[in-house]
């Protein structure tokens, strides 16, 4: 803890869904955080203490300027937009790119010595119209990337851009990037709709609505559990890595063994060993590298969720 709270976090995005999770975990687990969006978060949401500075980043020298203000000892970059398909392919391919570049430039040339952006699983390309057969189940790191649409190239632009510094800076600052599954935020396990429009329990009475992606999920505040051991462990580890962060069972109540042949065929064949509660999406490199487990599971979160009902109800 002691440790914790003699570094500054800056985070860009910090308003945002995962953002929100992120900025919240990490003030609880010691830090001084500064959220960076376009707005903040009204009063009260936030944890006291935490620092909010409302930007553009797309402005020109803002983030070496928002940078400079705040001398933050990491950055962690989420700032994006998020979801595919909701701004037109130009403008997200330029806008993610762009974003990616500027932060993380802008802290090299500062020399913050911890420097994290976020990417996503869809580099690798599943849903692709044209069809999509990974090398083999379960997906991890060595998969090959395939993206088919501007978001998930730019995501996978921001890696290779983080990759980058890290091959100019040899062991002077440290890199790393990471893929969070779907993100939950604590309020959808009570009934929110999810990033999709859908609550969790209708993705899991209806396979279909997680089958595009391949029934891949994450609790926001694992990942900030997650940022909080990378932040930790990035002097000890190799410098530029790509880490997976997901749940360690998959968004659905039936095998994927089952399921993935039933909503995905083309790739049916390799999903046998996706038995039980095995995601299609490894975190082993995570659990072997930084020691980092998931607490939260769809399981015991709608459980949870559902008895803090009932509780309220009652009274």
């Keep these: 803890m ?28 010691g830090y001084g955080v500064v959220s960076v969006d376009r707005t903040a978060v009204p009063d009260g949401v936030f944890p006291a203490g935490i620092r909010q500075e409302p930007v553009d980043l797309l402005a020109a020298g803002e983030a070496r300027r928002v940078l400079e ?6 950055v962690i970059h989420l700032a994006a937009i998020a979801v595919p398909f909701s701004a037109p392919e130009d403008v997200i391919l330029q806008t993610n ?5 500027q932060v993380m430039g802008a802290a090299t040339e500062l020399g913050i010595g911890r420097i994290i952006t976020a990417s996503s699983p869809t580099v690798l390309g599943y849903g692709s119209p044209a069809g999509w057969v990974p090398e083999a189940f379960p997906l991890d790191e060595e998969t090959t990337p395939k993206p088919w649409h501007a978001y998930g190239l730019s995501k996978l632009v921001a890696e290779q851009t983080m990759r980058m510094f890290a091959a100019a800076q040899g062991e002077r600052l440290r890199y790393a990037a990471f893929r969070p599954c779907y993100v939950i935020s604590p309020e959808e396990w009570a009934g929110a709709p999810t990033q999709q429009g859908h609550t969790v329990v209708e993705r899991l009475d209806d396979p279909a609505l997680s089958a595009p992606a391949v029934f891949n999920y994450v609790d926001a505040r694992d990942v900030a559990d997650f ?3 990378l932040l930790q462990s990035m002097d000890r580890i190799p410098n530029g890595e790509t880490f997976f962060v997901g749940a360690a069972d998959a968004l659905a109540r039936e095998p ?17 060993n996706l038995t039980g509660s095995r995601p299609a999406f490894s975190i082993d490199k995570a659990r072997r ?8 599971s769809w399981r015991s979160e709608l459980a949870a969720s559902e008895l803090a009902s009932a509780i309220q109800e009652a009274r």
């Design 2 to 29: 002691a440790e914790r709270a003699q570094t500054t976090v800056l985070v860009t995005g910090g308003s945002g869904r995962l953002g929100r999770s992120v900025v919240t975990g990490l003030a609880d687990a």
């Design 227 to 229: 940022l909080d051991v």
């Design 256 to 272: 994927l063994a089952e399921l993935i042949p039933r909503y995905l065929p083309a790739t049916g064949s390799l999903a046998a």
């Design 69 to 74: 203000k705040h001398q933050p000892d990491a």
């Design 289 to 296: 590298l930084l020691g980092w487990e998931p607490k939260r």
């Design 97 to 101: 790119s762009q974003l990616a570049f």
